[in-house]
């Protein structure tokens, strides 16, 4: 299965962009990126997810580098409430049918004043 | 719409009980997948349910086990519960296995 590698922890000024780098270099060709947040335990929250153009929604952008090696979620403007781990995340499509999302270990991003 | 509903939000069994957790998904979705989040081994998937049938399933011993009905619930069970078997289970629903994927707020299994 493809592995992602984030950094363990990113701190982020409130009101700049937070940029939360993610590794996943073994990544296959139909294989999506996704992004997710958890905050204290709760269930992962959906960000945004894409398979090799950049996209963008209310809440963030992904940018995927052109050979999707790597990938990028940007926070415009982060605020004290996007304080949470943010998980890098492949969908891996199995053979014959089916998916299952492969999580990494996360980022820990804290916003601060 | 009503979210990822799961119950019971906590749960505290004996070594070598079996419990039974469930999930109701979105209205319309009819993909399940479970996951198993500790805090050494972080979030594992467990297997992916789509219209009755289990899809995949991950590296766990055969004690973890699933099913899911024609409404597209499910339900998960671990027999001969061990000390390790204390994580937080979530479930995640999806309309046919892609797109979006969105989690209930999971069910909390102690073992003592």
């Known amino acids: 299965d493809a592995k992602t590698t984030q950094p363990p922890s990113m701190d982020c000024a409130e009101g700049r962009a937070a940029n939360l780098p993610c590794n996943h270099s073994t990544i296959s060709g139909n294989e999506y990126v996704y992004w997710y947040r958890q905050i204290h335990s709760q269930g992962p929250q959906y960000i945004i997810h894409g398979l090799k153009n950049n996209e963008t929604n209310e809440m963030a952008s992904l940018i995927i580098t052109e050979d999707r090696k790597s990938s990028t979620l940007i926070l415009p403007h982060a605020t004290l409430r996007d304080t949470a781990v943010y998980y890098c995340?492949?969908?891996?499509?199995?053979?014959?049918?089916?998916?299952?999302?492969?999580f990494g270990t996360g980022t820990q991003l804290k916003v601060e004043l | 719409k009503a979210g990822v509903t799961q119950t019971p939000r906590y749960l505290i069994k004996t070594r070598g009980q079996q419990v039974t957790l469930s999930c109701s998904p979105i209205?319309?979705?009819?993909?399940v997948s479970w996951y198993q989040q500790t805090p050494g081994q972080g979030l594992q998937f467990l297997f992916e349910?789509?219209?009755?049938?289990?899809?995949n399933k991950g590296n766990f011993p055969g004690r973890f086990s699933g099913r899911q009905f024609s409404n597209s619930r499910s339900e998960m069970n671990v027999s001969t519960l061990e000390l390790g078997d204390s994580a937080l289970y979530l479930c995640?629903?999806?309309?046919?296995?892609?797109?979006?994927?969105?989690f209930g707020s999971g069910t909390r299994l102690t073992v003592v």
């Open positions: 209205s319309g979705h009819r993909s």
């Open positions: 349910y789509f219209s009755e049938t289990q899809r």
């Open positions: 995640a629903s999806s309309l046919n296995g892609g797109g979006g994927y969105t």
């Open positions: 995340i492949v969908r891996v499509v199995i053979t014959g049918g089916g998916n299952k999302l492969t």
